[in-house]
């Protein structure tokens, strides 16, 4: 038996191999199963449509164009009083699972309750990576080690922090040059300063109390960051924003805050379910830059940030191959 609001992650072991469970992908749920997959042999999801056949998930051309992550964001029992397999232990309370009927701890500390009671309430708990240092800190796993959840904080961590010496009332640490981001980066962070004057962006980025760690592990998330747009995939500009990042900036800052999923879709021209599509799958991609795995299939693991600066240079100078 195991407790019915607890929701697991996706491990070599969990959820045994064809057993039906309850999933969670794309902010849709399926009742699912791990199999091989007959023709490929790779290791899916099998599920049954309304008129009894079976479909194979991820499917495999949005797999490939990043539409659907490799794995649901969780999994839980059908019937978990029946359960009697072993389980790995529940997903954090960290902006994963849903927050309904989530008790706030009465020994926590008050500035810690309040963030609970009055944040934004959706299919997660947005913005987890801002409650610092009440909430559980972040860990600075070693590459190979690195979960989703830590690639997900460290990034939007570090997306939240730049630009953030142009701002009031931040720690001085944030002047640090390490903070410094790409000239594109930094303009498009600028025009959205320009355009959206009704909240002053110190309030939120005050929140993510500001330290060391943050300064020397920024450039470590921000090479991530670089690995969703690699110099490989240009064709003229060397640094020019794709969606993938755009949506992950919009998501971590913006003069008035984070945006929510349906503000960030009338800015993109997108379904908001799309742009939640677009972050899960650029999120994925985080992860694996993070444990030195191929972010695409066709282009080889490598220090992204120096070949983008090198290409800047280049650029520049004039040399740039058109």
């Not at 594109?184 to 962070?189: A, G, L, N």
């Not at 969703?228 to 900036?249: F, G």
């Not at 899960?280 to 191929?294: F, Q, S, T, W, Y």
Request: proline letters at 9%; one cysteine or more; charged letters at 25%.
């Amino acid at each position: 038996m195991t407790d019915s609001g607890h929701v697991y992650p996706v491990t070599k072991e969990h959820p045994p191999l064809r057993v039906r469970v309850l999933v969670q992908w794309n902010n849709r749920l399926y009742k699912a199963a791990r199999v091989y997959h007959p023709t490929s042999k790779k290791l899916v999801w099998a599920a049954t449509r309304g008129d009894g056949s079976t479909m194979y998930l991820p499917p495999r051309r949005k797999a490939r164009e990043g539409l659907w992550a490799e794995n649901p964001e969780w999994w839980r029992p059908e019937q978990p009083e029946l359960w009697k397999a072993p389980l790995p232990a529940p997903k954090p309370f960290n902006g994963v699972i849903k927050p309904e009927g989530v008790m706030v701890n009465i020994r926590a500390k008050p500035r810690r309750r309040r963030a609970l009671v009055h944040l934004p309430r959706g299919p997660d708990l947005p913005w987890w990576w801002l409650i610092d240092p009440d909430a559980p800190r972040l860990v600075y796993q070693p590459p190979g080690d690195v979960t989703r959840d830590m690639a997900e904080g460290r990034v939007m961590r570090a997306l939240s922090a730049s630009g953030a010496g142009a701002w009031e009332g931040l720690p001085a640490v944030c002047g640090s040059p390490v903070l410094r981001l790409t000239e594109e980066v930094e303009k498009f962070i600028r025009n959205e300063a320009t355009r959206r004057q009704e909240q002053p962006a110190s309030v939120w980025l005050q929140r993510l109390q500001l330290d060391n760690a943050d300064r020397s592990d920024w450039l470590v998330a921000m090479s991530w960051f670089a690995a969703l747009n690699p110099p490989e995939l240009h064709s003229d500009v060397p640094w020019q924003l794709n969606n993938t990042q755009v949506v992950l900036i919009w998501r971590a800052r913006a003069a008035g805050g984070p945006l929510s999923w349906r503000a960030i879709a009338r800015e993109l021209g997108r379904t908001h379910v799309r742009c939640l599509q677009i972050y899960e799958a650029g999120i994925d991609r985080v992860h694996r830059a993070a444990n030195g795995l191929p972010v695409f299939g066709h282009i080889a693991v490598a220090d992204h940030m120096k070949a983008l600066r090198e290409r800047n240079r280049g650029f520049r100078r004039g040399k740039h191959d058109q």
